[in-house]
């Protein structure tokens, strides 16, 4: 599986735009790329997952530049709710190994 | 709420102790995954079952064991534990079709004393 590089943490203010860069060097021609939200004591969930050029949901935006060795999770207008621990993962979908290589994330702060 | 059951919510046992953690998976999913997260490990993955055969193995110690059965639940299996073995345990469950996106349970919080 790929190996991702992903800032430890992020501050930002309600109602402004944040962008969370992964770093994806190695990424395969079969693999996917993945976001996943936790907040404390819960589970991750999952946020959005794409290919390649961009994809959106109610909820955020991925976009994957043509050489697809990054990637960019975009969340619009955040609020202090979306503080949470924002995880990159790059791999095959529901590849052989059919599991998730979880890093330490980038853990974003909202302020009011 | 993510369709994915876990119990015991909580669990306080001491060290040399054996315990059992379970999970229900969505329905129709037949795919579940272990992990284990602690402070210092991050989210660590386990084990993977589908439809009741093991599919994948992680940094699973030799201590742990898991299983599916025909109805699709889990049951994690933590036995001689030690202090470290305190942690956050998740199961998750995947759709048939080929995909990452995984639905995470609540959580068993597992502590050794």
């Known amino acids: 599986l790929a190996k991702t590089t992903q800032p430890i943490s992020m501050d930002s203010y309600e109602g402004q735009e944040v962008n969370i860069t992964c770093s994806h060097n190695?990424?395969?021609?079969?693999?996917?790329i993945t976001w996943y939200q936790q907040f404390p004591s819960q589970g991750p969930r999952f946020i959005i997952q794409g290919y390649k050029t961009k994809v959106t949901n109610e909820v955020a935006s991925l976009f994957i530049p043509a050489d697809r060795k990054s990637s960019t999770l975009s969340l619009p207008r955040v609020s202090l709710s979306d503080t949470a621990v924002y995880y990159c993962l790059v791999g095959e979908r529901g590849g052989s190994q059919g599991n998730l290589i979880f890093g330490k994330g980038t853990k974003l702060s909202v302020k009011p | 709420d993510s369709g994915v059951t876990q119990t015991p919510k909580h669990l306080i046992t001491a060290t040399g102790q054996r315990v059992t953690l379970r999970c229900s998976p969505r329905s129709g999913d037949l795919s579940v995954y272990w992990y284990q997260q602690s402070l210092d490990q991050g989210l660590q993955f386990l084990i993977q079952?589908?439809?009741?055969?093991?599919?994948a193995k992680g940094n699973i110690l030799e201590r742990f064991s898991a299983q599916q059965f025909p109805d699709l639940h889990s049951e994690l299996n933590l036995s001689s534990l030690e202090l470290g073995d305190s942690a956050l345990y998740f199961c998750?469950?995947?759709?048939?079709?080929?995909?990452?996106?995984?639905?995470f349970g609540p959580g068993t919080r597992l502590t050794v004393l």
């Open positions: 079952y589908y439809n009741g055969e093991e599919r």
């Open positions: 190695n990424i395969a021609t079969n693999d996917y």
């Open positions: 998750a469950s995947s759709p048939r079709t080929p995909t990452n996106e995984q639905f």
